[in-house]
């Protein structure tokens, strides 16, 4: 098992870390577990202000985090410069958020014969993030932030590919204030999870990755009794109909398919097209993506980066190759590059059958599927045909068909005429193999917190209590 920073622009390694002991991992949820008790002495003002201080830093040394980041994952420096003020927004958001979030909530004492009843929320302990490469920061940043709000502490297992990420993650919340031990890389390979989150002092998991690690996860976690909230795959639908702007869709549509170099979940993967406006749509799409400069990712003139592995290259052109010899017709790209470097042109596909991988997998690569539909019922039933359900597009300014759209899809979150994308303010998650729980809003901050009746009365026993008073 190898825990390295290798550039995915070269292919060189740059740096190699040995994999922790069991006694170094178990001395970090001891201390997870102290920092916890620590915590749980604080005011959500003195968490607030570390919180603020951790967004300063990021603030501060933004450039130099981002060009971290493209080193180890090869993500354009200018999508990690971003990433970078993303995090920091979020960090901002749930300070100023978290006292409303995590306020008692009053109950109709009437109703349930009480003087007082309310909802009080309350944090459960370290909870251990086991999360992804493709965007190292803010992937572990939107568990993080309210987690940490809410008097949680946090033990991160990164990818093994990035760890120097993960290390700049626990040093950050160290100098924001936060007390020690409160926010801990782990690093360990796949192998350690299970020892950690049997450790009854690890209270519960949050896992972004594929469905291979959430079933991997949930297993464990079920077998101890454990909480997990689980973010998977997802192979979204992009679906365009004859009243939609084909230039703005197009414009967008090239934009969701080739974020973060096409390496992400939420990513636009299956273009789905009413027939009356597929050849416009067509046209227009693989002009602009055939048109994009894949390259050095420092470059300010890039658009696209090499992918994170070389292995995830390799399965991207197998997917498009198995495509290609079952008779698809690739529109642009298709071509494996040579050369230093994991690279893979930006591709569309069309004539997609359903024998054919790219039908029913995810492509975690800058390839679209291009899809023909004639009816708005065919739409549906192709975007809604996968054992995914993460984020979902569509393009239409018919009111009713807007509307439609919102109720028929069946993914955790429907974008109507933009780019699915994350926010603090609005919950993050999935249906079907795509997971389950949320992230962001006060949803996410919820799912780590003990949701707890309190109920005050004046001593009388009233009508129905008892044995059965469940």
Known sequence: MSIATTN??????LKTYDPMSDEQVDAAIERADLAFRQLHGTTIAERGRWLIAAAELLEAERDETARLMTTEMGKTYAAARAEVTKCAAACRFYAAKAPEMLADEPADAGAVKAKRAYVRYQPIGPVLAVMPWNFPLWQVMRFAAPALMAGNT????????VPQAALYLE???RRAGFPEGAFTTLLVGSEAVDRILSDPRVRAATLTGSEVAGRSIARIAGRELKKTVLELGGSDPFVVMPSADLDRAAEVATTARC???GQSCIAAKRFIVHTDA?????EKFTTRMAALTVGDPMDEGTDVGPLATDRGRD???????DAMDKGARVLCGGELPSGDGWYYPPTVVTDLRPEMRMWSEEVFGPVAGLFRVSSYEEAIEVANGTHFGLGSNAWTTDPAEQERFATDLDAGNVFLNGMTTSYPQLPF???KNSGY????SALGMREFCNIKTVWLGEGEVGPGAGAHSE
């Not at 995915?8 to 390694?13: D, E, F, I, K």
């Not at 399965?315 to 190759?321: F, I």
Request: charged fraction near 20%; aromatic fraction near 8%.
């Open 437 to 440: 729980g949320r992230e962001l």
């Open 278 to 282: 597929f050849d416009a749509f067509a």
């Open 259 to 261: 974020q973060n170099n």
């Open 315 to 321: 399965e991207v052109h197998a997917q498009v190759r």
């Open 171 to 173: 040093d950050l919340f």
């Open 429 to 431: 998650g999935g249906v």
């Open 154 to 161: 946090g033990l991160l297992k990164h990818a093994s590919n």
């Open 8 to 13: 995915p622009a070269t292919g060189q390694v």
